[in-house]
């Protein structure tokens, strides 16, 4: 484990405090191992639990500048919480901006 436990608990319990249920899905991080696999891994694992449960908006299909993206994930937005270096490192953060500035828009629920 590379990443200290203290900032991610404290990052999780921010989330708890905001989502309570989303709490209860959260995965510490990725897949156990410590690292994320990619912008696609970081989207489902974390932004996901969110953006693809109606608490957070929309944020795929958009176009959304990558910039934006990783500013938003950084400082925070209002209701949304800040992730800081040590939760999501500087090159997941930039995989998954890029993954959703691109991406096209999910498909409907049914
Ligand atoms: C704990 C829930 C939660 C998680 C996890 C989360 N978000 Fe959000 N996000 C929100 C909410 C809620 C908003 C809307 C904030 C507002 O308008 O008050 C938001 C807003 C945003 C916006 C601005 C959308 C707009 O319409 O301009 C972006 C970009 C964004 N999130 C990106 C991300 C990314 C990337 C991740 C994953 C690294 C992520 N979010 C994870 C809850 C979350």
Known sequence: ???P???RAAVRAAICLA???ACLSLPAVADGDGQWHG???VYEKLCGHCHEAGVGPQ???RQLPAQYITAVVRHGFRAMPAFPASF???NALQ???EYISTATA???KP
């Open 19 to 21: 989502v309570p249920l």
């Open 59 to 61: 944020i795929k299909g």
């Open 1 to 3: 484990m590379s990443l």
């Open 5 to 7: 436990a203290f900032p």
């Open 39 to 41: 912008g696609a891994n």
């Open 88 to 90: 999501i490192d500087e």
């Open 106 to 108: 999910a498909p409907a």
């Open 95 to 97: 995989q998954v901006a």
